[in-house]
């Protein structure tokens, strides 16, 4: 059975892993979920990027604006989301809300 689970992530200003940020709800062997969504807090006041390993800005990555704003990813009926492959970047003490479905 799936089930959700909210943590929220305070940005610090570099290069973040999503999967090192999960290890307390995700076991090393498995990083793979069924969907995962990642909102910007409502304080924050700059966009944050999210991409692979060299995230930097909107030129390699997604990026999801300020005070509220979210992008979802879903790995479909048979498939799963790695999320050890997404990183994201934001402004140092900023806050992203990640809801994940495994």
């Not at 689970?5 to 973040?16: A, D, H, K, M, P």
């Not at 090192?20 to 069924?34: D, F, I, P």
């Not at 994201?88 to 900023?94: E, L, M, Q, R, S």
């Amino acid at each position: 059975m799936a089930a959700l689970t909210g943590l929220v992530l305070t940005l610090n200003g570099s290069i973040q892993r999503l999967s090192t940020v999960l290890a307390s709800v995700l076991t090393a062997e498995c990083t793979y979920v069924n969907s995962v969504q990642l909102q910007a807090g409502a304080a924050n006041t700059a966009t944050t990027f999210i991409g692979g390993s060299t995230v930097a800005d909107a030129t390699n990555a997604v990026a999801i604006l300020p005070a509220g704003s979210a992008v979802s990813f879903s790995g479909g009926n048979r498939s799963y989301v790695d999320v050890s492959s997404i990183y994201v970047k934001g402004t140092n003490n900023h806050t992203l809300h990640i809801a994940i479905i495994n």
